[in-house]
T-cell receptor, first 112, second 116 residues
Framework: DQQVKQNSPSLSVQEGRISILNCDYT??????FLWYKKYPAEGPTFLIS?????DKNEDGRFTVFLNKSAKHLSLHIVPSQPGDSAVYFC???????????FGPGTRLSVLP | GAVVSQHPSRVICKSGTSVKIECRSL??????MFWYRQFPKKSLMLMAT?????????EQGVEKDKFLINHASLTLSTLTVTSAHPEDSSFYIC????????????FGSGTQLSVL
């Protein structure tokens, strides 16, 4: 049973527009969420995090929104750039721990 | 940012041989390292958690005798796939953290294992 779901395997967005990547989870004990970005042949790199005490966290062009009641989080990238093209994973953990459960990833393509 | 080095990046081996994958934290002390496996188009699946100086904790369904994990120092953890079979072919990736609550992880670049 997949505890962290990313139902869109891929997403294409025009350069300059907003990219919205979605993530749903089933475990109500998750209290810490991260987004990672992964380029081919490289390991995932940390992008942004949010804890369950917040509903929004912003870092430059990246904003993560958390809706605890819906068990849903989303990553907004504004404006999208071609260099943002990568696979994005959301990950969640309990007790702010490091045993993260990962979603399957969404491949974002930003078209020039 | 912190760097985690993983070697080799790619390995091809014959069935029945053992393969060792190294994961090093280059500029911080990693009290905890995690080993994942990823099948094509699937999520990273946690295989085991290793803490420096103690035995690794394996996730359900992961054979500890097949996937030997050693975390002998604060900067090095190794995963040995023993008596590899074609079904062990996969992408293996490590991550490391300093064990602090609420801290993000740093990932190695992964190892693509192909068992012939």
């Amino acid at each position: 049973d997949q505890q962290v779901k990313q139902n869109s395997p891929s997403l294409s967005v025009q350069e300059g527009r907003i990219s919205i990547l979605n993530c749903d989870y089933t475990n109500s004990m998750f209290d810490y969420f991260l987004w990672y970005k992964k380029y081919p042949a490289e390991g995932p790199t940390f992008l942004i995090s949010i804890s369950s005490i917040k509903d929004k966290n912003e870092d430059g062009r990246f904003t993560v929104f958390l809706n605890k009641s819906a068990k849903h989080l989303s990553l907004h990238i504004v404006p999208s750039q071609p260099g943002d093209s990568a696979v994005y994973f959301c990950a969640a953990s309990e007790n702010y721990g490091q045993n993260f459960v990962f979603g399957p990833g969404t491949r974002l393509s930003v078209l020039p | 940012g912190a760097v985690v080095s993983q070697h080799p990046s790619r390995v091809i081996c014959k069935s029945g041989t053992s393969v060792k994958i190294e994961c090093r934290s280059l500029d911080f002390q990693a009290t905890t390292m995690f080993w994942y496996r990823q099948f094509p188009k699937k999520s990273l699946m946690l295989m085991a958690t290793s803490n420096e100086g103690s035995k690794a904790t394996y996730e359900q369904g992961v054979e500890k005798d097949k996937f030997l994990i050693n975390h002998a120092s604060l900067t090095l953890s190794t995963l040995t796939v023993t008596s590899a079979h074609p079904e062990d072919s996969s992408f293996y990736i490590c991550s490391a953290g300093a064990g602090r609550v609420g801290e993000k992880l740093f990932f190695g670049s992964g190892t693509q294992l192909s068992v012939l």
